[in-house]
């Protein structure tokens, strides 16, 4: 199972159902007596995530582990730190997981070793880091003595692979396959919020089960036009055998749309008022894209909260909007034909012929990634229970990280 982000949610209608689609796929795989269990990243939303979800997690993990599964994992995204203070760490000192990257940096070259599990697969692996560095890891690796292993074995992962990509992803950053080891008999992937199960020249059963619930409003579209989440469960011997794809289904989720194309904000109101008395909605989350351009007045005169609270007092779940395409006519001045990536970027690119250094990765292109990898790096939000300090020590951490810095210890 990968991609799990636990604490994605601060709204107890959202945070009890992606609870419940974790501690679901904990008893399945208890009641199917696995060996195993392996978590591909992002198993937290964040590397300190909300404390009370964090319980609960550990709870299931720890009946399950004394039913005699073993945990491997890796980090994901959301749940690496640089300073190994992440929740993961805490908890494989509890005993609770196992990180299957166990490296040794010899002569410029990353060693990884293998961890030998009680069934007789051979599991290693490369956490994701933020801003994809950890493909500087991949170009790194000396993956020949991985490949002269013999064995079933097993490599983890938290990244997306070029040539598999899924459309409509376009933009996600990904590193070619060739940068996979070849010779692993099960290659467990995360981060691509998709399902998909191929196999490539030399690497077998490159594996992305998705989320078992989802973090966002996106991960729960999907699930709304009938994709199913969950995870997969491999039986294996000198190789695989088979891979079953198991569902998790912790909730009914529904998604409803409104044009508003052409009506003014009072019109608006009270045709999707009209509209939203027919729908279905009791025991589901509500998923309520409102689009279109107003013939006049404000996008925020539309009354959509009163029927987010009419829908709720009909028994919803939660309602969850999507207004970003509603658009009015009077402050559409100019169309944005560039994403906001891209001006950043060109912005950088163009400022950055004015500055005078000697360090070659602070010039051209490669001054550019760094600057928009620094950008993102100090963009990060102030995380839940998190005090002022801990967070600036982590920004400051994290930014150092970036510019490859050793922070000075206080």
């Not at 501690?23 to 909300?50: H, L, R, Y």
């Not at 790194?140 to 013999?150: G, H, I, K, M, R």
């Not at 994709?227 to 190789?239: A, L, N, P, Q, S």
């Not at 002022?388 to 810095?405: C, T």
Request: glycine residues 10%.
């Amino acid at each position: 199972m990968s991609d799990i982000h636990i604490g994605a949610f601060r709204q107890e209608e959202l945070k009890e159902p992606l609870m419940k689609a974790f501690e679901t796929a904990i008893d399945i795989c208890m009641q199917k007596e696995v060996d195993f269990v392996i978590m591909a990243g992002d198993i937290f939303d964040s590397n300190i995530p909300d404390l009370q979800s964090v319980r609960r997690a550990a709870s299931k993990v720890r009946e399950a582990a004394q039913n005699g599964i073993r945990f491997y994992v890796v980090y994901g995204s959301h749940d690496f730190s640089p300073n190994y203070a992440s929740i993961v760490d805490v908890l494989e000192s509890a005993g609770l997981f196992k990180k299957v990257e166990v490296a040794e940096k010899i002569d410029g070259r990353i060693h990884l070793k293998f961890i030998v599990d009680p069934s007789g697969a051979k599991l290693c692996g490369i956490s994701g880091k933020r801003l994809s560095l950890d493909r500087f890891d991949y170009e790194s690796l000396d993956s020949s003595e991985l490949t002269s292993e013999v064995g079933f074995k097993i490599f983890v992962f938290h990244g997306a692979i070029e040539e598999l990509k899924p459309s409509g992803l376009g933009e996600m950053e990904a590193m070619p396959a060739d940068l996979l080891p070849e010779g692993f008999d099960y290659y467990a992937g995360g981060h691509v919020h998709n399902r998909s199960l191929t196999s490539l020249p030399g690497r077998p059963n490159i594996a992305y089960p998705g989320p078992l619930f989802g973090g966002d409003y996106r991960d729960l579209e999907p699930v709304a036009r009938g994709e199913k989440r969950g995870m997969y469960i491999v039986d294996f011997g000198k190789g695989v055998n088979r891979i079953d794809f198991i569902p998790i289904e912790p909730c009914e989720i529904a998604e409803f749309s409104f044009d508003a194309g052409g009506m003014n904000p009072v019109e608006a109101s009270r045709k999707l008022h009209e509209i939203a008395n027919t729908w279905e909605v009791k025991d589901r989350i509500i998923l309520l894209r409102v689009y279109g351009q107003l013939s006049g007045g404000r996008t925020t005169e539309v009354d959509i909260a009163t029927v987010k609270k009419e829908l709720v007092g009909r028994g919803a779940k939660y309602v969850l909007v999507n207004s970003g395409q509603l658009m009015s006519r009077e402050t559409m001045v100019v169309e944005v034909r560039r994403t906001k990536a891209e001006t950043e970027a060109e912005l950088f690119g163009k400022q950055i012929t004015t500055v005078k250094v000697s360090e070659p990765s602070l010039k051209g292109e490669k001054g550019v990634k760094l600057s928009l990898d620094l950008l993102r790096s100090l963009r990060e939000g102030r995380k839940e229970n998190e005090t002022k300090g801990d967070y600036e020590d982590r920004i400051l951490k994290a930014g150092s990280g970036v510019l490859k810095l050793e922070v000075e210890q206080k």
